[in-house]
């Protein structure tokens, strides 16, 4: 099973986020840092002011909806969920209250939107409330609380880990993060006693033509 947060991860939020900021406030985007940690101090945001911006951002710029992918990650989940994969979608996006309709609404419409395949969407704060055998995930605080379960969490690098130097595994980008889900995928497969898959993105011989949910279950007790 392979937990993936969305936003920082597969979901350029921070792109999105900066120029709707710009617009909210009046100041111009070339002038707002690409690479803020969280909450935007460096944008000159101050205190309970994000909820104010998030709240436009998902009301009034379907936010959720119109962000764009990171480059390569929808193309890296097709391959990785063709070879067999489980993806788990784990996404805390209905922390303010009132509009969590709109939130898990634009959520799912995104994924089919970009193709972006899972089995499972968990709209949630806790990830290590999820049961995965690994995780992709940006958020230094719940990296800690997931590898403190025993979750083997894979970094996704940007703007709000990059310093954090106690972080082990890390994907600068989906062509690493990819091929260290394959590795792992692989050696669990041999240990499973599974066939070999010789062509990466393509479906194992004994999973082809049963790609259903159901069929997945017994297949894949573990992750990946």
């Not at 806790?126 to 894979?154: W, Y």
Request: hydrophobic share 40%.
């Amino acid at each position: 099973m392979l937990g993936l947060d969305l936003d920082g991860c597969v979901a350029d939020f921070v792109g999105s986020m900066r120029k709707i900021y710009a617009e909210w406030s009046g100041k111009p985007k070339e002038r707002l840092d690409q690479n803020p940690i969280y909450g935007f101090p460096e944008w000159g945001l101050i205190e309970g002011e994000y909820e104010k911006l998030h709240r436009f951002a998902i009301t009034q710029k379907d936010l959720f909806l119109n962000v764009l992918p990171i480059d390569g990650a929808a193309q890296s989940l097709r391959r990785l969920s063709t070879e067999g994969i489980w993806i788990r979608v784990a996404t805390h996006r209905i922390f303010i209250p009132n509009f969590h309709a709109q939130a898990a609404n634009q959520t799912i419409k995104w994924l089919e939107k970009y193709d972006i395949r899972y089995w499972d969407l968990c709209l949630i704060q806790d990830k290590a409330a999820v049961f995965a055998n690994l995780f992709v995930e940006d958020s230094p605080v719940n990296i800690k609380r997931l590898e403190k379960k025993g979750i083997e969490t894979i970094c996704f690098t940007n703007s709000i880990n990059k310093n954090d130097t106690e972080i082990a595994q890390r994907a600068a980008n989906w062509e690493e993060a990819e091929e260290l889900i394959r590795q792992k995928y692989y050696v669990w497969r041999e240990k499973q006693g599974l066939s070999k898959i010789t062509n990466p993105g393509t479906a194992p011989d004994e999973e082809s033509g049963n790609l259903s949910h159901d069929g997945y279950t017994d297949l894949i007790p573990y992750i990946l």
